[in-house]
């Protein structure tokens, strides 16, 4: 018998790698929207770079939202 965790009511952090990967963009891109000012940048962890998993998740909210009005325009 399996046990099952629903991970978008845990906070935890999340890395470069998994923020990127979430959202289906290159790391390279993600630190560019970080440079533009449409994500925050990280917190520093020592030499990681994290950011909390809630955050990660008002994005990706944030990113259908958009993808959902682009496609309402058209």
């Given at each position: 018998m399996g046990i099952a965790i629903d991970l978008t009511?845990?906070?935890r952090l999340v890395s470069?790698?998994?923020f990127a990967l979430?959202?289906?963009?290159?790391?390279?891109e993600l630190y560019d929207r970080?440079?533009?000012?449409r994500i925050k940048p990280p917190v520093k962890d020592g030499r990681k770079?994290?950011?909390?998993n809630s955050y990660v998740l008002e994005?990706?909210?944030?990113k259908f939202k958009d993808?959902?009005?682009s496609k309402i325009q058209a």
């Open positions: 009511n845990t906070e470069t790698a998994e979430r959202l289906n963009i290159s790391e390279k970080i440079k533009d000012g770079n994290i950011w909390l994005c990706i909210l944030e993808s959902s009005q």
